[in-house]
């Protein structure tokens, strides 16, 4: 057994959950144990992960990443561990986010990812390069939860995680309540001095958006190959900025990973920072103030009453006044076939992707916005 095996065997939770269940099998409980700590099983090779962007330069040219903050990163990881908490739009975050710590010469996590991510070859990549750890998501099984719990503390003594506490992309495009799990794994690792850093991402276009929207909500787990055929498709014309927004560290040492409201406490102020670090697009303010018809007088002075409700609230606007979010969001909308301007008029022709944009500030706007 290597090292972390052996660690993670020996953690109080797992010795009693391994022996409180001899009587069901003897070896069985320790079995599963093992299977799921083989599952987990990750290594990260950093001198071949940013190699990785030669590969993928069809698709990573198309993005122009852009960091908002990056030295509240650098701070935070020049203290101590760190974990990163980021929202979740496209399954190009797994190698935007990433790529822009390096950019900032911030340590590369190891990146908690669905396991429907790890077939194929891109699998291989994520257990052998990049450092992924696969997780099972929705799942009940106390074997797999208390091995998952403790593979985590034991990785956080020796590395930096990133997740997504969303637990999964948003399919209707607004900020979900986040799923506590890797929370309280994190807070159970007992490391001193750990912080967790929000992140927020966001798109002027997200690639998959047709996809997403054309769904609404998920309602099963399709294979990650059919995804990855069905986004290419929509690559032909796709140009977009990412933007990668760093929040403040959070000290850790306050919570407690055994206390059910200490852990919801901490998952409330993260979705809370990550809303108010996202950043506000043109697209995502055109989207949210049209209606199915609307001429472009009426459309502006309904993009000026969004703004003026976002800037009182203090968001983190990327487009300032309804001229500039015009001259911005229109065409790459247009050219995506979500709207048509014709004799300046704007008419929807892509009502559910529409709105998947325009739920993307549903969290700072509520019920003010606009209806469509």
């Not at 190891?110 to 696969?134: Q, R, S, Y």
């Not at 796709?238 to 998952?267: C, F, M, N, P, Q």
Request: charged share 25%; proline share 4%; glycine share 8%.
């Amino acid at each position: 057994m290597d090292e972390i095996t052996e660690a993670v065997l020996s953690r109080d939770e797992v010795a009693r959950f391994i022996g409180g269940n001899r009587s069901a099998g003897g070896d069985a409980a320790r079995a599963r144990v093992l299977e799921y700590l083989e599952e987990l099983r990750t290594t990260q090779r950093y001198e071949l992960y940013r190699a990785l962007e030669y590969p993928l330069y069809p698709i990573l040219r198309k993005i122009d990443r852009v960091s908002e903050h990056p030295e509240r990163g650098i701070e935070a990881a020049d203290r101590g561990r760190v974990i990163w908490a980021s929202n979740h739009r496209s399954h190009l975050d797994y190698l935007v986010e990433p790529l822009a710590l390096i950019d900032a010469g911030i340590r590369p996590p190891i990146i908690a990812a669905g396991i429907n991510l790890f077939g194929g070859p891109l699998g291989l990549i994520h257990k052998h390069v990049t450092g992924a750890l696969p997780i099972r998501r929705n799942t009940k099984d106390p074997a797999y939860l208390i091995t998952l719990k403790a593979y985590v503390g034991e990785l956080l003594n020796r590395h930096d995680l990133f997740f997504y506490p969303e637990g999964g992309r948003s399919y209707s495009g607004e900020l979900k309540h986040l799923k506590t799990g890797l929370f309280s794994a994190c807070l159970s690792a007992g490391v001193r001095g750990m912080s967790i850093v929000p992140m927020a991402i966001a798109y002027d276009l997200v690639l998959e958006d047709h996809v997403l929207a054309a769904q609404g909500v998920k309602r099963t787990q399709r294979p990650f190959s059919r995804e990855l055929a069905e986004m290419f498709r929509y690559t032909v014309g796709y140009r977009s900025r990412a933007w990668v927004t760093y929040g403040r560290a959070i000290s850790l040492d306050d919570y407690d990973g055994e206390s059910r409201k200490s852990v919801l406490d901490l998952s409330h102020l993260v979705r809370q920072e990550i809303g108010r670090l996202y950043r506000v697009l043109p697209t995502a303010v055109l989207a949210a103030a049209m209606r199915p018809s609307i001429d472009r007088a009426e459309l502006s002075d309904r993009i000026t009453a969004i703004l003026d409700t976002l800037r009182a609230m203090g968001a983190n606007l990327g487009v300032h006044s309804a001229e500039e979010t015009l001259e911005l969001a229109t065409e790459p909308l247009e050219t995506r076939g979500i709207l048509v301007v014709e004799d300046g008029r704007y008419r929807v022709r892509e009502r559910n992707v529409l709105r998947y944009y325009a739920r993307s500030l549903q969290h700072l706007l509520g019920d003010s916005g606009p209806a469509h």
